[in-house]
């Protein structure tokens, strides 16, 4: 399950949320570049052991195939490990997930359960897990994975982008608690980014090709250089939150499609 390697735990970590795949996984290409040893936290095991042995040569890595909702599991991991996240200088909250795309009045409400569990409470358990150990190092940056949903509200998905909307609050709500203290919260809101997400929404993956069919949306690769620069400014400097959006889309259902396929 990963380890601490040959690097020990003199480097400084980043912890990632939803690192199986898309933003999460990309982010942690990027941040084993720029010299941090990984915690990568994601429910697919097979996944994490295939990115840890991609960085192997550039990064130590800790496994934990744990679901962010539990957190019972969250906390037993965190206590076990405590001497490495006592070098933890970045949280990446970037697991969350939509489901359907029904009206409220048609919705399943076990995807509410899911989206509000995983997005808002996950978030949220991780947080408040790693909030003291950054505290105690005297220096870190908690940057939270939100949405251009978090802003503008769109039929089908009203209860996604509250979620997003709460990722929103919660950010700013962070960085006034934490105001005095040198940790860093930033909120980061992309529009179309071609990873999992419409799979994982629509259940289809023709529907889900549909979505990102005849534009050029944003790619992973895109979200994870935004984070290692924010990640990367000076200390006295804190992004409070960048929206991101592909140059083929102006707003939320707002997009142009061109007759040829994107490159």
């Known amino acids: 399950m990963g ?8 480097k400084k970590w980043a912890c ?13 290409r990027r941040l084993a570049e720029r010299g941090f040893n990984l915690i990568l936290l994601g429910r697919r095991k097979d996944r994490l052991k295939q990115l840890a042995g991609e960085l192997e040569k550039t990064a130590a890595t800790l496994l934990a195939p744990l679901d962010i909702r539990d957190y019972a599991s969250l906390a ?13 200088e970045v949280l990446v909250n970037n697991a969350g997930l939509a489901r359907g795309l029904e009206k409220m009045q048609d919705a399943v409400v076990e995807d ?18 790693c909030l003291p150990f950054l505290l105690a190092r005297g220096r870190g940056h908690i940057v939270n994975i939100g949405s251009v949903a978090g802003r503008w ?23 006034m608690d934490l105001l005095g203290t040198p940790l860093r919260v930033t909120n980061v809101e992309p529009g179309m980014v071609e990873t999992e997400f419409s799979l994982v929404r629509l259940g ?3 529907k889900a090709a549909n979505v990102y069919a005849k534009l050029q949306p ?13 990640v990367d400014r000076p ?10 959006y592909p140059t083929d889309q102006a707003a939320v259902g707002l997009v142009h499609r061109t007759n040829k396929e994107a490159p």
Do not use: S
């Open 112 to 129: 509410w359960q899911e989206m509000i569990d995983t997005n808002v409470k996950g978030l949220l358990y991780l947080t408040r897990l």
């Open 218 to 230: 944003l790619r992973a690769e895109d979200i994870a250089e935004t984070i290692e620069w924010v």
């Open 16 to 28: 990632i949320t939803g690192a199986t795949a898309g933003i999460g996984a990309a982010t942690a």
């Open 3 to 10: 380890g601490e390697g040959r690097h020990g735990h003199m």
């Open 153 to 175: 509200v769109y039929p089908g998905g009203g209860v996604y982008c509250a979620t997003k909307f709460a990722v929103r609050a919660l950010t700013e709500g962070l960085r």
């Open 76 to 88: 037993k991991f965190v206590r076990e490990n405590e001497l490495i996240f006592r070098d933890l």
């Open 204 to 206: 289809d993956p023709q």
């Open 235 to 244: 200390a006295h400097v804190n992004v409070q939150e960048i929206v991101i």
